[in-house]
């Protein structure tokens, strides 16, 4: 049997923390929301930024379990939507995925995925750009 590792509080509070800082360092005043999920798509951690706008919870969220879902990056998940003439909500769920760039999952050392990451609140770009420093966070 092959165990599947996935993040862990410990790794998810690190996660969510490292972006915290890196998001409130980059750009003050430009409050984002973060959110962490397991291997199976289920939230660990999360944090919403003071001032930044309640849809942003759900899009960090959807952004982590999208990626998670598909096991890559949100961005190459709408580039394959796109390219194939699909919108994300013809793949079931609506509510739970977003196929805009801002999620990225953890591969673990053995290449699994152990998790997702997600960020929201600003472009596309910078939301990804704090996906990215938050999955690098940790190794698993």
């Known amino acids: 049997m092959?165990?599947?590792?996935?993040?862990?509080?410990?790794?998810?509070?690190?996660?969510?923390?490292t972006m915290l800082e890196y998001s409130s360092v980059t750009k003050p005043g430009r409050p984002m929301s973060h959110a962490v999920v397991?291997?199976?798509g289920?939230?660990?951690c999360f944090a919403r930024m003071d001032g930044a706008s309640a849809i942003t919870r759900r899009m960090a969220e959807?952004?982590?379990y999208?990626?998670?879902?598909?096991?890559?990056?949100?961005?190459?998940?709408?580039?394959?939507?796109?390219?194939?003439g699909r919108d994300i909500?013809?793949?079931?769920?609506?509510?739970?995925?977003?196929?805009v760039?801002?999620?990225?999952p953890i591969k673990s050392s053995d290449g699994s995925i152990a998790g997702a990451v997600?960020?929201?609140?600003?472009?596309?770009?910078?939301?990804?750009?704090?996906?990215l420093v938050g999955a690098s966070t940790v190794h698993i």
Do not use: C, H, Y
């Open 2 to 17: 092959i165990e599947i590792k996935s993040l862990g509080l410990e790794e998810a509070r690190r996660i969510v923390d």
């Open 38 to 40: 397991d291997s199976a």
């Open 42 to 44: 289920v939230l660990i």
């Open 62 to 64: 959807n952004k982590a």
């Open 66 to 84: 999208t990626a998670i879902m598909w096991k890559r990056d949100t961005r190459e998940v709408a580039e394959l939507l796109k390219n194939r």
């Open 89 to 99: 909500v013809f793949f079931g769920e609506p509510d739970r995925q977003a196929a």
């Open 101 to 104: 760039p801002g999620g990225v």
């Open 118 to 131: 997600g960020s929201s609140g600003r472009l596309a770009d910078e939301d990804e750009e704090v996906a």
